[in-house]
């Protein structure tokens, strides 16, 4: 049971900045301690931390409709409420998604400021406790900054009886990124000596999200992001990441002909790697060179030494499901929140998670004979009918009460952002530490490997390894193809993208909060 969440926690959460207190608590002990009474037990700053990342819990539940299904990897169909206008980047100011994805991570950034407030008081026992809050406020406002562009940077618990707000203006992205990036280094040396815990913030997550941050600021700094990438990736084994990759030598026979091993039967052993980075396993079958079973979700599998830092979830007992649309004061949270209602097998009903017709144009078993079987519900699989659905297969759970975990970061992400990093402004390199990062990737997709790496090449491939992972909006943003690529996207489908939705509109909600204050995106 991954019970870091089976804490005690008392938040100070807050809707648009400025609503009312509120208590959250656990299902295992409904009292509710104040700030003064928590921080004055034994393990206060570990419930405080604990209540951070069950806060952050929500934040993946929507993040999917809001970046990848407005990517050209997936549409919803048009029978489906919303879904299909966030597709068709016909998102408006009050959609509900997206205020709630911003008060969500606001809510997590304000468990996390309780925590640096009262950092003094921390025991040396749990300074790490700091180091977490800190990494956790980074990351939300990286989630932030990447969705919305111009946003607040939130470094205090604020006082909600004072106009305090007023002091946080909407700051330029560069600003956000540098406050962003110092907060992921302050972590780093909190980390130094924690011990590790892939459901926990870590010194080696922190090294690699502080280095995403400096190549997505509008202008890169790939030197700095560099070294620090390199630090992990010389260092691997020290951290105890890798990818899951069997080696051809000791691949599973599966036709029984111990003679010769087939292409087929070694495509097989790597899918079956493929799915257990997130926590799958596929049922018995293998049928003319094709595994031909179902995949489910399977805890044992989920801590691996390719995760670096995910959010658990647990399938147990309860009414109290959260989903992305729960307001933060309208029930419990609980580990049984799913982390993407549509994004599971729940998906194929409500018609979000499909797969578009170009994305199958080069996620296919020909092209992809590993990372096919383990991303693409092969059943659904058509793309020679044109209004057929296919659904992914990462997320093998039936519906909101699913235990599927959410992997922030891994270390394939790794691995290709230190070759971006290398590359910098070239638009290719034979630099050996790059091209020999980019072709553990390959290898595992069971891919040839390449001598000279192209910028459009490495672009492919985080598409196709990193599909149903909320990552391909923000790649096409990050090198600079994001209008290129859209463009052509919605046009050739009949959408309505234009460059200033790249971003999502502010929230109007948090713009009638503080009126005159705020101002909206241009494009909405």
């Known amino acids: 049971m991954k019970n870091i969440y089976k804490n005690i926690i008392v938040c100070f959460s807050f809707m648009a900045l400025l609503t009312s207190c509120e208590t959250e608590l656990d299902l295992s002990n409904p009292t509710a301690l104040s700030l003064e009474e928590l921080l004055q037990t034994d393990d206060g700053f570990i419930a405080l931390s604990n209540g951070v990342l069950d806060a952050y819990q929500k934040i993946p539940a929507n993040e999917f409709l809001l970046t990848e299904l407005r990517s050209d990897n997936v549409r919803a169909n048009s029978e489906n409420g919303n879904f299909p206008a966030i597709s068709a980047y016909n998102v408006d100011p009050n959609n509900g998604d997206v205020a709630t994805y911003y008060s969500n991570n606001m809510h997590a950034i ?86 590790r815990n892939r459901y926990r913030p870590s010194k080696g997550a922190a090294i690699c999200l502080a280095a995403k941050a400096y190549l997505s600021q509008p202008n890169p700094n790939y030197s700095e992001a560099e070294l620090l990438l390199a630090s992990v990736v010389e260092n691997n084994g020290t951290y105890g990441y890798n990818l899951l990759y069997t080696e051809r030598s000791n691949a599973a026979d599966f036709d029984g002909n ?218 096409l943003v990050r090198f600079g193809v994001a209008d290129e690529v859209l463009t052509k996207f919605s046009t050739e489908n009949s959408l309505n993208y234009t460059s200033p939705k790249k971003y999502l509109p502010f929230p109007q909600r948090e713009i009638d909060n503080l009126p005159n204050f705020y101002s909206q995106n241009s494009g909405y």
């Not at 257990?276 to 049922?283: A, E, L, R, T």
């Open 110 to 195: 304000k468990h996390a400021n309780t925590i640096i407030d009262n950092r003094f008081l921390a025991p040396e026992s749990q300074q790490y406790t700091v180091g977490e809050a800190y990494f956790m406020r980074a990351l939300c406002h990286f989630n932030l900054v990447r969705a919305y562009q111009n946003v607040p940077f939130i470094d205090k618990v604020l006082d909600i009886t004072s106009e305090e707000a007023l002091d946080y203006p909407q700051l330029p992205e560069a600003e956000v990124y540098e406050k962003i990036i110092n907060d992921f280094k302050t972590s780093i040396a909190y980390l130094n000596d924690a011990p």
């Open 258 to 475: 111990t003679d010769v091993l087939t292409d087929q039967e070694y495509y097989a052993n790597l899918i079956i790697d493929y799915g257990h980075v997130f926590g799958n396993q596929i049922s018995d079958g293998y049928t003319d060179g094709v595994l031909d079973g179902s995949w489910s979700n399977n805890a044992g599998f989920e801590i691996n030494n390719e995760v670096i830092f995910s959010i658990a979830y647990d399938l147990v007992s309860s009414d109290n499901y959260v989903t992305s649309d729960s307001g933060l004061n309208d029930q419990v949270e609980t580990d049984s929140e799913s982390h993407s209602f549509a994004m599971t097998l729940q998906g194929p009903s409500n018609g979000v998670n499909i797969a578009t017709l170009d994305f199958l144009e080069v996620m296919n078993p020909e092209l992809q004979p590993v990372r096919f079987y383990a991303s693409i519900d092969a059943l659904s699989y058509d793309p020679t009918n044109i209004t057929n659905d296919t659904f992914n297969a990462k997320f093998p759970t039936d519906g909101e009460i699913g235990d599927n975990d959410w992997i922030v970061l891994r270390y394939a992400d790794v691995l290709l952002l230190y070759a971006e990093a290398i590359m910098g402004n070239n638009d290719s390199t034979t630099d050996s530490r790059a091209i020999e990062a980019f072709n553990e990737v390959r290898f595992r997709a069971g891919l040839e490997e390449v001598a000279n790496l192209t910028k459009q090449q490495l672009l492919d491939e985080r598409r196709v390894e990193f599909v149903y992972e909320n990552q391909r909006l923000y790649d």
